[in-house]
Every structure is written in structure tokens, then in C-alpha cells.
């Protein structure tokens, strides 16, 4: 009779419980102030899918429509980390006074690295070169906290996180 092979099982455990691990707790850091839009108006073309570990797929920002050479604007007040190319698109990052990071592309810097910028702040142009919204032209906006990403509509004015109600509260009428 063939005995099982326990090293083999004890790994395949291993990793099973790692990938189906419960979601991390929820990230308790909230922006000073709401963000601003990178770009107007506001119309998301795809929305944020953050995994669970950073090794899995997702999608980790949101696409918002836009034209090329559009105006793109400091979603927050902060400090300008990184203006080049990333693979084969420009990328701008702001790291902002709260301790958050946001990244835009493809997006071609009006201003360079080390520049003090304010909300609303013009900081760049939609760039030309195709982003991964083709056939249609877009400006994928990413938020870290640390080296974590977080939903930029969970920090957007406006949006921010979904808090559900119990039946009871709120406007809900029966």
C-alpha cells in the first residue's frame, strides 16, 4: 500500500490556507482632506479591483476618461517624487502631505521633480502615447498608502468609502 507523501500534502496546505487567507483588515488611514479629480469631469471608464496580497492580479486605481492634452491637476496638496518613463508610458507621482502616493499615466509632467504643488495644481498634460484604455484615451490613477494600494473613490470629494446601514438608520423608508 502506497503511503502518502506528508511533505507534499503539509505544502499544498500551506499554500491553499495562504491564498484563500481572509482579506487583510481594512485600512484604517483616511486623507486629511478629500482629493480632487485628476481630471474633469469625473467618468470612470474601469474602477479598482485591489487584491487581496499584492502578487495577485487586479487592477490597482481607476481609469478615468480624457483627452489627450488634457489638463491633469495634484489630486492633493504635496510634493512631486517622480516625473519619467515607466516601460513606455510617462508617469507623474505625487507623494501628498498625508503620507499617500499618487501615481497617474500616461501623463506628460509640466513640472519637475521636487516641485511643492497644491490641490488643483496644474501638474501635467494627458500624454499622446496609447495608455491600456485603447481605443479611448484615459489617465489611470493609482493610490498607495505605503506599499499598499487603496481605491482612489474611497479618498475622491464626492465619493469616498460605502458605508452600509442597518435597515433601520439612515433614510430608508418602508
Avoid at 503539509?10 to 484563500?20: Q, S
Avoid at 517624487?81 to 500616461?106: C, K, M, Q, Y
Amino acid at each position: 500500500m502506497r503511503r502518502p507523501c506528508w511533505p507534499l500534502l503539509l505544502a499544498i496546505a500551506l499554500t491553499a490556507a495562504l491564498v484563500v487567507r481572509a482579506p487583510a483588515e481594512a485600512l484604517e488611514w483616511r486623507p486629511a482632506e478629500p482629493y480632487l479629480s485628476p481630471v474633469t469631469p469625473v467618468l470612470a471608464l474601469d474602477v479598482a479591483r485591489i487584491p487581496v496580497h499584492e502578487w495577485l492580479p487586479g487592477h490597482r486605481g481607476i481609469d478615468l476618461a480624457a483627452a489627450h492634452g488634457q489638463p491633469v491637476v495634484a489630486p492633493a496638496p504635496g510634493t512631486v517624487t517622480f516625473a519619467g518613463i515607466v516601460v513606455n508610458r510617462p508617469v507623474l507621482t505625487v507623494t501628498h502631505d498625508d503620507g499617500a502616493r499618487t501615481s497617474l499615466e500616461p501623463v506628460d509632467a509640466t513640472v519637475e521633480v521636487g516641485t511643492r504643488v497644491v490641490a488643483g495644481a496644474p501638474i501635467g498634460t494627458v500624454a499622446q502615447t496609447p495608455g491600456h484604455c485603447v481605443p479611448v484615451a484615459c489617465v489611470h490613477w493609482g493610490v498607495r498608502v505605503g506599499e499598499r494600494y487603496v481605491d482612489p473613490l474611497d479618498v475622491l470629494a464626492g465619493f469616498g468609502p460605502v458605508r452600509l446601514l442597518p435597515r433601520d438608520r439612515g433614510a430608508f423608508v418602508t
